[in-house]
């Protein structure tokens, strides 16, 4: 298993790509912590992800309901789940137990966290830490690593 890997997409045509080795780097693990400025392209990633998986209908940031859940049928056929958190409006751990944190972070299913930072002491020790960050142009640096404190 690689510690690191980055990535630069010159566009938000190639988020594509992204996915595609986030999906590699990842070797099956599927809690994803997105970490990056307020329009570094979170949401953005998480829309090309669901695109990659065919997640139909409308993938929209979970600001406001904090979680947003999709389905896409798996390799196998079967349904399977994709929890698109957005923890930003959080004040506390406490907030995010509320909700019911643990449910997403326990079951086997994709769950993509935007803003993970208040909950790192939650997450599963096999989650992967990306970091999304502006360049010049529309273009986007992606770090994908097995350590939330190597990206921050």
């Known amino acids: 298993m690689k510690d690191s890997m980055e990535i630069i ?6 988020l594509g790509g ?3 080795a986030l999906i590699h780097f990842a070797e099956g693990r599927k809690k994803i912590a997105l970490s990056g400025d307020l329009g570094a392209g979170k949401t953005a990633f998480v829309k090309a ?13 979970p600001t406001f309901a904090l979680v947003n859940e ?3 049928l798996g390799e196998n056929g079967r349904e399977q789940s994709i929890h698109h958190l957005d923890l930003y409006r959080l004040k506390s751990v406490d907030e995010a137990l ?6 997403y972070l326990d079951d ?4 993509l966290i ?19 960050e ?10 994908f690593t097995n350590d939330f404190y190597s990206i921050s």
């Open 114 to 132: 935007e803003w993970p930072e208040i909950i790192l002491g939650l997450l599963p020790d096999d989650t992967v830490f990306v970091k999304i």
């Open 49 to 61: 992800f669901c695109r990659r998986l065919k997640v139909e209908g409308n993938v929209t940031s």
């Open 108 to 111: 086997g299913y994709y769950c």
């Open 134 to 143: 502006s360049q010049e142009d529309e273009r986007r640096r992606f770090l």
């Open 70 to 72: 999709y389905v896409f």
């Open 9 to 14: 997409v010159q566009s938000e045509a190639g």
């Open 18 to 20: 992204a996915v595609d």
């Open 98 to 103: 509320d909700i019911g944190i643990e449910n």
